[in-house]
């Protein structure tokens, strides 16, 4: 989009997307960090996060048509990467505290392959659903469905790791009674 649509240099669409990148490297070092703190609800958030910047980039477009888009895109973009950095990190994290440790090799390679795996789905959906849009003048339009589709990816994931949260609290709760009903108990 940058690019072919608003005539972007390489360079000039590398940078209005650095902010991403950037705020996903900050955030992941933070996050594994704080991940011992606050656990799966950093995940929530971080992924709360994502859907409301890629969402502002969106707004970005359409308040800054044409080639000031691309710079308009910077805090929005840097806010979803923030977002993006609390999920890799404790993510990781959380996964591995799951598994024995005897067993954190192959955990640790199933959750890169998965990772992988959503990755190559995502981008092949935003693909499919940005390029069926472009037309001689519909590159924001076309952008404006690929992040549509990029939403709703991070909306599920977010859905997911909410129910996620819901059903460790669950867990720990069901837990703690048990080990509280069992100290009452007369031995």
Known sequence: YLQSGLG???????????????????????????????????VVAGLAMVAVGLAGTALAVHLVPGRGAGWAMAAPLLFAGLGSGLVIAPNQTLTLAEVPVRQAGSAGGTLQTGQRVGSAIGIAAVGAVFFAQVGPDGWADAYDHGLIVSVAFVLAALIVAVADVGAGRRGRGRNERQDTDATRSPA
């Open 8 to 42: 972007y240099s390489a360079l000039l669409a590398g940078l209005a997307i650095t902010p991403f990148a950037l705020g996903s490297g900050f955030a992941a070092a933070v996050g594994g960090r704080l991940v011992g703190r606050f656990g799966r609800p950093l």
